[in-house]
């Protein structure tokens, strides 16, 4: 079963626009992290931030953690034609053992 | 560094037949994961080493599967028999134990006929 869930499942934004994807999980974590899938290919890891800190950011990304509503969020500000891909939150509970959840698939309009 | 290489990229295989996957982790990197990818069911972990040590196998749908990391610089999934059900992209991921997240191969896409 999956850990995470994604909201929403797909989004289709303007070059230039912020996109906001949100994660919902549903037991105690260690850390969450986000990572990015192009068609056709593996995944690539965005960023982690861990159970005692509320926000990351990284470049473009800002990422947010509400462990009393078992919740985050990723923003990625003014979106460019590249920022098109899939998008996963994973959780890792126990042991560096991450499950993702079904991802949000952004599709960014140039 | 090259990443973490799977092979092959891309299988097509008979109902019956065995297929193993290979998966080379980055050096230094003590764990090890095996992931499928599918449609419906999403990521599925099935399988993660520490150390080389089977760790969790919980996620192995059957006994037709299988995988093995005898050293640690390489892994096995192997299926045997197949079955089209298999048919999915097989992700070989690694990290280091509690690290910053994980580096993920460009995976195996499987189809079984």
């Known amino acids: 079963s999956q850990q995470g869930e994604e909201d929403p499942q797909a989004l289709s934004i303007q070059e230039g626009e912020n996109a906001t994807m949100n994660c919902s999980y549903k037991t105690s974590i260690n850390n969450l992290q986000w990572y990015r899938q192009n068609s056709g290919r593996g995944l690539v890891h965005l960023i982690l931030?861990?159970?005692?800190?509320r926000e990351k950011h990284s470049g473009r990304l800002r990422v947010t953690l509400d462990t009393s509503k078992k919740s985050s969020s990723l923003l990625i500000t003014a979106s460019r034609a590249a920022d098109t891909a899939s998008y996963f939150c994973a959780t890792d509970s126990a042991g560096n053992k991450l499950t993702f959840g079904g991802g949000t698939r952004v599709l960014v309009k140039p | 560094d090259a990443g973490v290489i799977q092979s092959p990229r891309h299988e097509v295989t008979e109902m019956g037949q065995e297929v193993t996957l290979r998966c080379k982790p980055i050096?230094?990197?003590?764990?090890l994961f095996w992931y499928r990818q599918t449609m419906m069911r999403g990521l599925e972990l099935l399988i993660y080493?520490?150390?080389?040590?089977?760790?969790?196998d919980s996620g192995m749908p059957e006994d037709r599967f299988s995988a093995k990391m005898p050293n640690a610089s390489f892994s096995t999934l192997k299926i045997q028999p197949s079955e089209p059900r298999d048919s999915a992209v097989y992700f070989c991921?690694?990290?280091?134990?509690?690290?910053?997240?994980?580096?993920f191969g460009s995976g195996t896409r499987l189809t079984v006929v």
């Open positions: 050096s230094g990197h003590n764990s």
């Open positions: 080493f520490n150390n080389n040590v089977p760790i969790d």
């Open positions: 991921a690694s990290s280091l134990f509690q690290g910053e997240g994980y580096t």
């Open positions: 931030i861990r159970s005692n800190e």
